[in-house]
């Protein structure tokens, strides 16, 4: 075992020099020419059911279920494979776990090639994997060895934490692959800048969004996050295919198991409808071994695949968006934005919410002369852990992240204890530095086993200085000691309704951050809180961009068309211009004020472009939420692809207006889960849609 581990190590070290000779690395040519199609472990198996039977399983379906004939080829391990530490005390590559893999995990990779199949692995660009195992930031060189040395053909890169910046890490693990020789497919997370990364080396596919969750919401709300992403999804341009990933199919699961109901087949039909014709990658994410006949006639369809397979690689766009025919203005919809009026200015109006201090848990730089970083003793015997500088105790029933101080009181929750795993613990809770690099501590709800070697738990006390210290190999020497930080202010957002004088609450789903809502505010529905940026992260809702569904604005020729389309809008939360003027508007004092044109940032395509013209200042406002939608894109051979596409609860008509998208006015359509030749239409095309449900269409010009 010794032995192999220096040759692994060796060859690194050979494929480094390469790399270096080499420069900017571009991604492997040839590879991803179409969006990649295949499974991933995750949805159904998580970390405890992933095995290498689990694995060859897989791959005895995707043969035998026909799976293979019509495109899916590569069967991807998640998280959860690899232990907690490396080979050779923590410089050489990781392990794989030999209870999962009792066999070998080369000898599982070899088993999935004997079927025709391809093989991937997942790896995390942070210290650690989001489940916690060894991850692959500063041995990006020695991973991808070990992963050409397996054969491995796809190499999904997750973001749980940072390394470098996101670019440099992915592009990092980019240059280690090239060096290898091996076309290996690489899939990024954590939303590197699109427009760089879409041309440049740094992988074939990236995430979008949110997990995705088997439900409706969570999957609609995945297709507006990517629906103006499409200038960049692409084919192969010298460097591999480029494609936007709006995560598994979740098609057998949950709202999408077609088996269960005429309205979860729609649903179904839908998801993976849209999954196709956006160009998105096509991982399934169920177990093949509970697949009903209805689930498995959608994934093979062969007409819909070739859409998604379609040589041109070019990604359909929402031409219409219109409301459903039982649809009325209501004031319970999602927020959007608009070109400000009078009465929007005077509609939306925010509320300091709480109060400000330094109560929150974070790492900071070391200094002893700080006394924000100054703990009452700290040992065995349970006692208060109290802050210097607030004056504060640690609290256990504060959980969550960050972790704060309050009043010292005298509680259990308030009594705290190191113990001899080095857990700064209370009532079984424990201090846990959040992804393991920071920078703001949780109180988790439960401690890790101890020796398991999950460091982001561990702490050691310094009497002298009164300091405690991570532990955590995730961080840098010197900033790593438990300290206070101010808790940005939060501010609560909501809309008065002019006719009736009633406020109407802005909410959001975490997981599913397209669905935000305004409903009536009420001691059972607060207004929603909405944290602001502080000095290096966001907090809370902030994470992410609460999104602005597309609303119709006219006419916009950047579309590349001359009908009504959609343009996108988000209020970013993460831009310091609305931050600071919303701050200033209230100026700390807790007064509701009006927001004016001016006091939103808006950024245009959810791709960190924010408008600036003068002549474009909009304001947000809540509005019916437009349910009927037309997407189209084209494919080879002058023919399009067309989904007429339906988010509301009845049946409904949709209509497409062919000069939207096309310069042709007569097309032979074909209706793909119908299986109906639809006749010759000349200028437009009317279908009745169901609830939930999508007309998949083949336009041929006539």
Not at 307 to 329: E, F, H, K, M
Not at 493 to 514: F, H, I, Q, R, W
Not at 669 to 680: P, R
Request: charged residues 15%; negative net charge; contains cysteine.
């Amino acid at each position: 075992k010794g032995s192999c581990n220096s040759v692994v190590n060796m060859a690194a070290s050979v494929l480094v020099a390469i790399a270096a000779l080499l420069g900017s690395a571009a991604a492997t040519a040839g590879v991803a020419g179409t969006p990649p199609m295949g499974w991933n472990s995750w949805n159904t198996f998580g970390c405890a059911g992933l095995n290498e039977a689990v694995v060859r399983a897989t791959a005895d379906l995707f043969v035998s279920l026909g799976l293979k004939d019509v495109g899916y080829e590569y069967v991807n391990m998640d998280d959860c494979w690899m232990l907690l530490q490396r080979q050779d005390q923590g410089a050489g590559p990781q392990i794989p776990n030999p209870d999962k893999f009792p066999q070998g995990l080369p000898a599982t990779i070899d088993y999935v090639h004997s079927k025709g199949l391809k093989f991937g692995l997942y790896t995390a660009r942070s210290f650690r994997t989001c489940a916690g195992y060894a991850a692959s930031c500063q041995h990006e060189a020695v991973d991808a060895a070990q992963y050409a040395n397996w054969t491995v053909d796809y190499l999904k890169d997750d973001s749980c934490g940072s390394c470098r910046d996101v670019l440099t890490d992915y592009k990092t693990m980019q240059s280690g692959i090239t060096a290898t020789g091996r076309p290996i497919l690489l899939s990024v997370e954590g939303q590197p800048d699109v427009t760089v990364a879409s041309t440049g080396p740094y992988g074939n596919a990236r995430r979008v969004g949110h997990d995705i969750q088997a439900n409706w919401q969570s999957m609609t709300s995945l297709i507006d996050m990517a629906s103006g992403l499409w200038p960049y999804a692409h084919n192969d341009t010298g460097h591999g295919g480029w494609w936007n990933d709006l995560d598994m199919l979740e098609l057998g699961n949950g709202d999408f198991n077609a088996d269960s109901s005429v309205r979860q087949l729609h649903m179904a039909q839908s998801h993976f409808s849209m999954w196709c014709i956006m160009k998105a990658v096509m991982l399934l994410g169920n177990d093949l071994t509970k697949m009903g006949p209805q689930t498995l006639a959608i994934v093979s369809n062969k007409l819909a695949i070739s859409i998604s397979q379609d040589p041109l690689g070019i990604q359909a766009r929402r031409y219409s968006t219109v409301p459903a025919a039982n649809q009325t203005y209501s004031y319970s919809a999602q927020p959007i934005v608009a070109k400000c009026s009078g009465s929007q200015t005077q509609n939306i109006k925010a509320r300091l919410q709480g109060a400000v201090g330094r109560v929150n848990l974070a790492i900071v730089s070391c200094n002893a002369s700080d006394p924000y970083q100054s703990w009452q003793s700290l040992g065995a015997t349970p006692a208060p852990l109290k802050n210097a500088g607030n004056g504060q105790c640690v609290d256990a029933s504060i959980q969550g992240n960050p972790g704060q101080t309050a009043v010292c009181n005298g509680a259990a929750s308030q009594q705290w204890t190191l113990n001899a795993a080095q857990h700064v613990s209370s009532q079984g809770h424990c201090l846990d530095v959040f992804a393991y690099s920071g920078p703001s501590v949780q109180i988790d709800g439960s401690c890790k086993a101890p020796g398991d070697l999950d460091d982001n738990e561990q702490f050691k006390y310094d009497p002298t200085t009164g300091q405690i210290i991570s532990l955590s190999h995730a961080l840098t020497t010197g900033h790593n000691c438990l300290g206070v930080v101010e808790q940005p202010p939060l501010y609560q957002l909501y809309v008065t309704d002019e006719k009736s004088g009633v406020d109407y609450c802005m909410s959001c789903n975490y997981y599913a951050p397209g669905s935000c809502e305004a409903t009536p505010c009420s001691p059972t529905h607060p207004i929603s809180a909405i944290g602001i940026v502080g000095n290096t992260s966001a907090q809370g809702i902030s994470q992410f961009n609460l999104m602005a569904r597309e609303y119709p604005l006219g006419y916009n020729n950047d579309f590349g068309g001359s009908g009504p389309v959609p343009h996108s809008r988000y209020i970013d939360l993460s831009n310091w211009p609305w931050m600071i003027n919303l701050r200033a508007a209230l100026n700390g004092t807790g007064s509701t004020v009006s927001l004016k044109p001016g006091a939103f940032v808006i950024d245009d395509d959810n791709i960190g472009h924010v408008s600036s013209a003068p002549s474009e200042d909009f304001c947000l406002d809540i509005a019916a939420n437009n349910q009927l939608e037309v997407w189209a894109g084209p494919l080879a051979g002058g023919r399009w692809a067309v989904a007429l596409f339906n988010r509301s609860p009845s049946d409904d008509n949709i209509t497409a207006t062919f000069n939207w998208f096309s310069s042709g006015s007569t097309f032979s359509i074909y209706d793909i889960w119908a299986a109906t030749d639809k006749g010759s239409f000349s200028g437009s095309y009317t279908g009745l849609v169901p609830a939930f449900g999508v007309q998949l269409l083949i336009l041929t010009p006539a």
